[in-house]
């Protein structure tokens, strides 16, 4: 596609229950983030992927978090047995290797665990 | 850790009125992006600046980095409505392969 594709745009869970989060990068971008927002707030670092570089997972708030990047394109974030803290928009990005470290960001998936 | 600290975190002025944003860090960055986001969607890139000194116009829209790459400002003459949206910068770290860093944000609104 033409631009970073994340998919549900919105997703209402029950606490407790896993979750996953998609997320399609722009062709040929080898690097891949992953950040969370809180309402009118920051982004907060996750997980960061380049190329065949172990991933930097400095980010990932708990063991319940973990992410996984399949053949160097789609990734998924996965939150197990979720929070209501855990209610934020999760944003995903890219950026291309001969691009610098301009970052294309997804629209955002809006998480609320109720 | 690095970190990026941003102020103000919000501001609110009249249109015509000019405004500067700070990004400031105690660590060295090898670039430092501005981005601009609003509601619903994601923050989209206004510029990068790479060298230190650096300052970079856009329309009415002043960038700087500092001499020695740890931080930056956002100057905005005669600001409009338009304007109005979440200012983040982000930091390129030199050592975490182009992990990018984000502050937390100004909330920009200008009424008419």
């Known amino acids: 596609g033409a631009g970073v594709s994340q998919s549900p745009s919105n997703k209402v869970t029950e606490k407790g229950k896993d979750v996953e989060l998609r997320c399609d990068p722009i062709s040929g971008h080898t690097a891949l983030y992953w950040y969370r927002q809180s309402l009118g707030q920051g982004l907060e670092f996750l997980i960061y992927?380049?190329?065949?570089?172990?991933?930097?997972k400095s980010g990932l708030p708990s063991d319940r978090f973990s992410a996984e990047r399949t053949g160097g394109s789609v990734s998924t974030l996965t939150i197990q047995r979720t929070q209501q803290e855990d209610s934020a928009v999760y944003l995903c990005a890219s950026s291309s290797p001969t691009g610098g470290t301009e970052a294309f960001f997804g629209q955002g998936t809006r998480l609320t665990v109720v | 850790t690095q970190l990026l600290e941003q102020s103000p975190q919000f501001l609110s002025i009249q249109e015509g009125e000019n405004l500067t944003v700070y990004c400031n860090s105690s660590?060295?960055?090898?670039?430092l992006q501005w981005y601009r986001q609003e509601p619903g969607e994601g923050p989209v890139l206004l510029v990068t600046?790479?060298?230190?000194?650096e300052v970079k116009k856009l329309k009415r829209l002043t960038f700087q980095f500092g001499d020695a790459r740890k931080d930056s400002s956002l100057h905005i003459t005669a600001a409009q409505p338009g304007d109005t949206g979440l200012y983040l910068c982000a930091g390129e770290s030199y050592n975490q392969g182009g992990k990018l860093i984000f502050g937390q944000g100004t909330e920009l609104s200008v009424k008419p």
């Open positions: 660590s060295v960055f090898s670039s």
């Open positions: 600046v790479v060298t230190g000194g």
């Open positions: 992927f380049q190329g065949n570089s172990a991933p930097d």
